[in-house]
């Protein structure tokens, strides 16, 4: 593509040149011919050693130095989304109808447009709204139901009675609705107790690779809309996942907890049972809060057990001194002998 056709999509100006633009890549990677992007000034430094033809800047940007040609944006995020639909369009799914090797029940409800992929199961009752895609390999529960424009990608398994809402993406190997984690000690035996519950996920959620959420032992787990799971996370029975909520990989959360709004958890946090939540509190990586721990909206975390993310710091910082601490006072007990 042209660099001219490249600078009209994104409304912006260019001094230099026109010339053919192949590719788009980091500003550490790029070659001639490829175009790049720069959207902190931390990473300026990269501007001089770049070998990209062409850097797409934001407006407060625009006079920065560099040997590339330079166009600059209002927003640099709707311009970086525009470039990644230019130069490399998302891979094109299943398309609507169903593969001759799926194995679908008589009595399951399809919506129009919907794909069904090589091998994939949907069991009866099961009820999947207009313009889902359900990948190879997926398996889909008696009496499960998934809204409409949904993508659950190759081998997500949908337990029976679950129910997805609207614009849901599931990645590759996420299970929906399996059985809670629950068992009872009975003369010399641990056995299990039946969760007879479901999850309910809201629209607009997204749930990375290899994640599962697991039904309630009675009543609903709920991911709340517009919530991102990332890959490796475990849900446990009864949790409540309020609204937009962030959370990251490998994060694990107890049952019976409730997370409000706006929540962010960071890599590998730990939840026990039974915690509450409030909207916006902030964890930092590797956080862990002990059951039945509370935390006040807006908080930030760190630490195991989890508390106020200035309060760790400081308790780090001087963990951190006592080996000249140490030192010192050792120093201080031989000068008196």
Do not use: W
């Amino acid at each position: 593509m042209l660099l001219s056709q490249i600078a009209e999509k994104l409304g912006s100006a260019y001094n230099g040149a026109d010339q053919e633009i192949n590719s788009i890549n980091s500003l550490e990677n790029a070659i001639a011919g490829e175009i790049s992007f720069l959207s902190d000034k931390s990473y300026a430094n990269q501007l001089g050693t770049t070998s990209a033809s062409v850097v797409v800047v934001p407006d407060s940007m625009a006079n920065i130095a560099c040997k590339a040609i330079i166009l600059s944006v209002i927003d640099i995020d709707q311009a970086l989304d525009i470039l990644l639909d230019l130069f490399a369009p998302e891979i094109e799914t299943e398309r609507p109808g169903r593969h001759h090797t799926a194995i679908i029940a008589p009595d399951v409800r399809l919506g129009e447009g919907v794909a069904i992929g090589a091998h994939a199961v949907i069991e009866k009752g099961a009820e999947i709204g207009a313009g889902t895609v359900i990948s190879a390999g997926c398996i889909i529960g008696q009496n499960v139901r998934i809204g409409r424009n949904c993508l659950l990608l190759p081998n997500v398994v949908v337990f029976h009675s679950c129910v997805i809402g609207d614009n849901v993406e599931i990645h590759s190997n996420s299970t929906i609705g399996s059985a809670g984690f629950g068992y009872k000690f009975d003369k010399g035996n641990y056995k299990r107790i039946r969760h007879i519950g479901n999850v309910i996920i809201e629209n607009d959620v997204e749930i990375g690779a290899n994640t599962c959420i697991d039904r309630a032992k009675f009543g609903s787990t709920v991911i709340g809309s517009g919530s991102k799971i990332d890959n490796l996370v475990q849900i446990a029975h009864n949790v409540k996942v309020g609204k937009n909520c962030i959370i990251a990989g490998q994060v694990g959360i107890a049952g019976s907890t409730k997370i409000g709004n706006f929540v962010i958890m960071g890599g590998q946090v730990g939840i026990a049972d039974h915690c509450v939540i409030g909207d916006q509190a902030q964890f930092g990586a590797r956080t862990a809060m002990v059951k039945g721990q509370h935390v006040k909206a807006g908080v930030k975390l760190m630490g195991i057990p989890a508390q106020n993310k200035n309060d760790e710091l400081k308790q780090i910082a001087l963990v951190r001194k006592l080996p000249e601490l140490f030192r010192e006072l050792k120093k201080a007990n031989d000068s008196k002998k």
